[in-house]
T-cell receptor
């Protein structure tokens, strides 16, 4: 169990640029989640995959956001035409089918949009 | 939207004292979880209590759940400086199984002074 890995740890970008984050879940976990967290708040759900299927998306996930999990292993989250309001910590989590209630989180990607 | 709301927002205690944090939520649930987050890091699962349970223990942690009041409490006994972190409650949305969508509160920031 090597844990959930997220890259990069930090990303600074200019408004209007596109950014992509990667998440590598724990290898035997078939469920993968993306959350967003701003300062002083709890994580907010963005989207969820079971294997390669994206099963649920939050209304928070605007058309500028897209997530993929092409082979049911790692996942990417892309934000197009970034805005200052996108600045946040983007957290990835994974879980197994049998223990789906317990989420294992990565350390997150901190995005700063200038 | 955030279902769970923790109280207090911040708590400062001396090492060795007990820390109690409360969480209120709005809708019916299947289970409630508590997570811990060190500054700038991902969340770590602490304990899960199901809707048909009233109390659960894990080491120095004690969680209670009152579904009639839609509230839960987390007690950390004999606190240590290393317990300094933010603590979040998280709930599912009742009708569904698993944690396809966990809803987090805003958290309690605990500081344990040596």
């Amino acid at each position: 169990d090597t844990g959930v890995s997220q890259n990069p740890r930090h990303k600074i970008t200019k408004r209007g640029q596109n950014v992509t984050f990667r998440c590598d879940p724990i290898s035997e976990h078939n469920r993968l989640y993306w959350y967003r967290q701003t300062l002083g708040q709890g994580p907010e759900f963005l989207t969820y995959f079971q294997n390669e299927a994206q099963l649920e998306k939050s209304r928070l996930l605007s058309d500028r956001f897209s997530a993929e999990r092409p082979k049911g292993s790692f996942s990417t989250l892309e934000i197009q035409r970034t805005e200052q309001g996108d600045s946040a910590m983007y957290l990835c989590a994974s879980s197994t089918r049998d223990r789906s209630e317990k989420l294992f989180f990565g350390s997150g990607t901190q995005l700063s949009v200038l | 939207s955030q279902q769970g709301e923790e109280d207090p927002q911040a708590l400062s205690i001396q090492e060795g004292e007990n820390a109690t944090m409360n969480c209120s939520y709005k809708t019916s649930i299947n289970n409630l979880q508590w997570y811990r987050q060190n500054s700038g890091r991902g969340l770590v699962h602490l304990i899960l209590i199901r809707s048909n349970e009233r109390e659960k223990h894990s080491g120095r942690l004690r969680v209670t759940l009152d579904t009639s009041k839609k509230s839960s409490s987390l007690l950390i006994t004999a606190s240590r400086a290393a317990d300094t972190a933010s603590y979040f409650c998280a709930t599912d949305e009742g009708g569904r199984g698993g944690s396809e969508k966990l809803v987090f509160g805003k958290g309690t920031k605990l500081t344990v002074n040596p």
